[in-house]
């Protein structure tokens, strides 16, 4: 089974920057469609943004359009998450998730394989 890493998560000043990775543990012929979430303390698992296969589609939470960015380089089987401008409420932990098929999706339920999370930190 593939498995998620995530990495890049850290401590921020408000109005910084963090590129976070979620690399595949091998490459598999199967179109997917690759999630990130995020959970808070004591708050539910919530959807941040997501990418087709072909990266041509993407989708993104309200409260991150304009200062995050999802992107993938499929040749390294990585997904990456640009964030910008960040905001002490994006403290969380941070998951990517992989879902078969090539529909975009935006409830944890959709998707099947998730990483083991890193923690982003914003002080203000």
């Known amino acids: 089974q593939v498995q998620l890493v995530e990495s890049g998560g850290g401590l921020v000043q408000a109005g910084g920057s963090l590129r976070l990775s979620c690399a595949a543990s091998?490459?598999?012929?199967?179109?997917?469609?690759v999630g990130w979430f995020r959970q808070a303390p004591g708050k539910e698992r919530e959807f941040v943004a997501a990418?087709?296969?072909?990266?041509?589609?993407?989708d993104y939470a309200d409260s991150v359009k304009g200062r995050f960015t999802i992107s993938r380089d499929n040749a390294k089987n990585t997904v990456y998450l640009q964030m910008n401008n960040l905001k002490p409420d994006d403290t969380a932990v941070y998951y990517c998730?992989?879902?078969?098929?090539?529909?975009?999706?935006?409830?944890?339920?959709?998707?099947?394989?998730w990483g083991q999370g890193t923690q982003v930190t914003v002080s203000s």
């Open positions: 998730a992989r879902k078969m098929g090539r529909r975009l999706a935006s409830s944890p339920h959709d998707f099947g394989s």
């Open positions: 091998a490459r598999t012929s199967s179109t997917y469609v």
């Open positions: 990418i087709t296969w072909s990266g041509v589609s993407t």
